[in-house]
């Protein structure tokens, strides 16, 4: 147990598995195995030594401080990639309910390990994070595999200066409120069957569906899972507010579905 007047700073990674509740007794004793195999595969192609992480399992969902030596770069970029590929190769399956898809969350912050799990803000804003509606129903309007969400620190430091390829507009900003936390979370989609719908570079406006095809002389089409439009629709379907990317951006949604 770490000294109460001395936390340090680390990286908090937590991860869920979507409606993991609706499986059967023993598709969830596979789910554990599957979870447990992708985390730690994911962690070693990532250079990141899962032995050294804190881990606090919750049966589907897991909650890991990395040691201090693990770079947050390669954390956001290099690791949640890594996910999205192991669960490319885990999800060939007929039947598309016995998916495997994940929630993400990460932040970094001060930790304290107590006799009893972990204190203190960091760990309690990652799982706010983790657990927010906005979150949920926004890998459950689409066909991702992966649902990512930073904390608008991390997105700061690491998302917005581009490091390991990382791209500030491949996030949707959104307000998230969670019993008594309130904070802005960066949400990315990734994997899954269908293609993730390009955003607009920051530097000219989104137009909606109806506007491009019509400036492009193309009939207009519906939006593609995974888009900023999902994740949108989904702040506005629970109360939490989205944000434009960009300076001077005015973004046309449409509608998502709950979960």
Not at 3 to 21: G, I, L, N
Not at 53 to 71: F, I, R, S, T
Not at 72 to 87: C, F, I, S
Not at 244 to 253: E, K, T, V
Request: glycine fraction near 10%; proline fraction near 6%.
């Amino acid at each position: 147990m770490s000294d109460p007047d001395t936390p340090v700073r680390r990286t908090v990674v937590a991860v869920d598995v979507h409606q993991y509740s609706s499986a059967r007794s023993l598709q969830q004793v596979d789910i554990q195995e599957t979870l447990i195999d992708v985390l730690d595969t994911a962690a070693t192609l990532s250079g990141l030594a899962r032995s050294g992480w804190y881990k606090q399992a919750q049966g589907d969902a897991e909650v890991a401080v990395l040691p201090a030596d693990a770079p947050e770069p390669v954390v956001v970029a290099d690791l949640v990639q890594e996910l999205t590929n192991r669960l490319a190769r885990v999800n060939h399956v007929q039947d598309p309910t016995l998916r495997l898809r994940l929630r993400v969350a990460i932040h970094s912050g001060m930790v304290h390990f107590g006799r009893n799990g972990l204190p203190g803000p960091a760990a309690v804003q990652t799982c706010r994070l983790l657990d927010s509606s906005v979150l949920k129903r926004a890998l459950a309007s689409s066909d991702a595999d992966l649902a990512l969400i930073v904390s608008d620190g991390l997105f700061r430091d690491i998302v917005e200066p581009g490091y390991r390829g990382l791209r500030a507009v491949d996030f949707t900003p959104v307000e998230v409120r969670l019993k008594e936390f309130t904070g802005t979370g960066h949400i990315r989609l990734l994997g899954g069957p269908g293609a993730r719908t390009p955003v607009a570079p920051a530097d000219r406006p989104v137009r909606s569906g109806d506007e491009a095809a019509s400036a492009e002389g193309r009939e207009p089409r519906a939006s593609l899972p995974g888009s900023q439009r999902e994740i949108h629709a989904a702040a506005v379907a629970t109360g939490e507010q989205g944000v434009a990317i960009g300076r001077d951006q005015h973004n046309h949604y449409g509608s998502g579905s709950g979960r």
